[in-house]
């Protein structure tokens, strides 16, 4: 049997970059979250910049106000980030920058990392670059099994790759990397856009299926709950009753939020509470 549905939600920081991480973590546990999801990007905790000092007082913020990391999530869908990059110099720096990640949500005591597959040309076959970022994952595996971190491998949506935009796709990069440290993350945003159901993903993964990024929207945009057409609750609810037992998190990314982080928080955590 899960915990509580109201244990498991988690509040992610990506649309809290224009304040500071103390900020961030004061919101989440004024409005009852025990759990957050990390966005590991400038000005928060930048990989490439971060020292064990700046990591040592991520730690002790968490700490302080009793905050468990269920996810490291590093910037990753913008350049130059391409695990899948035919480019040497990129695909050096997409795997040393992952490679790094793996250290972090170590030395955090995260037992979670987000990865993505990245992208191929859009006017060439995606063979080669899938079979590139198969490699690179199967490298990550390897590293993140030493450091004892999962790898949640997220599938994207067609405008932001070519590679695993679906469920089906993702079972395929997962039986071919053969690594029992990846499993699956389900966004709610690439799932609605590829056409497929909640009850899919548990139904293909089941407890490898790990996480859930709740986000509304038309379907995508990554909006707060109710400013999207997406029927959140309807979602939740097909997971729940599949008897899934993983985490969620709320993932904003819409520049409407920017100002004004905590309201959409705040909004979509009760509307959940409320509805589910």
């Known amino acids: 049997m899960s915990d509580p549905l109201s244990t498991r939600l988690a509040a992610m920081n990506i649309h809290y970059f224009r304040h500071n991480l103390p900020h961030f973590l004061d919101d989440a546990a004024a409005l009852g979250f025990s759990k957050i999801e990390l966005w590991a990007g400038m000005p928060h905790l930048s990989l490439e910049d971060a020292t064990d000092n700046d990591i040592k007082h991520t ?13 490291l999530t590093p910037e990753q869908c913008l350049y130059p980030i391409n695990l899948a990059s035919e480019h040497p110099g990129t695909a050096r720096r997409s795997l040393s920058y992952f490679l790094r990640a793996i250290e972090v949500a170590e030395a955090l005591e995260c037992p979670q990392l987000l990865v993505t597959a990245g992208w191929g040309y859009a006017n060439e076959s995606p063979t080669d670059a899938w079979n590139r970022a198969c490699d690179q994952l199967g490298k990550l595996a390897q590293e993140a099994q030493k450091k004892g971190v999962t790898l949640l491998l997220e599938p994207l949506s067609k405008t932001e790759s070519n590679l695993i935009v679906s469920s089906t796709d993702l079972a395929r990069m997962m039986e071919e990397i053969g690594s029992d440290q990846i499993a699956a993350i389900l966004d709610l945003n690439a799932m609605t856009a590829a056409g497929e159901t909640p009850e899919a993903y548990h139904t293909r993964f089941g407890e490898r299926l790990r996480h859930v990024h709740i986000c509304d929207g038309t379907p995508e945009g990554h909006l707060a709950w109710g400013d999207g057409t997406l029927p ?37 955590h009760t509307e959940l509470l409320q509805r589910v």
């Open 59 to 71: 730690k002790q913020l968490l700490l302080e106000r009793e905050l468990a990391l269920i996810c």
């Open 232 to 268: 959140l609750a309807d979602y939740i609810h097909s997971l729940e009753k599949s008897g899934y037992t993983g985490t969620y998190s709320f993932e904003f990314v819409s520049p409407d939020y920017w100002l004004d982080p905590r309201t959409p928080l705040a909004h979509s």
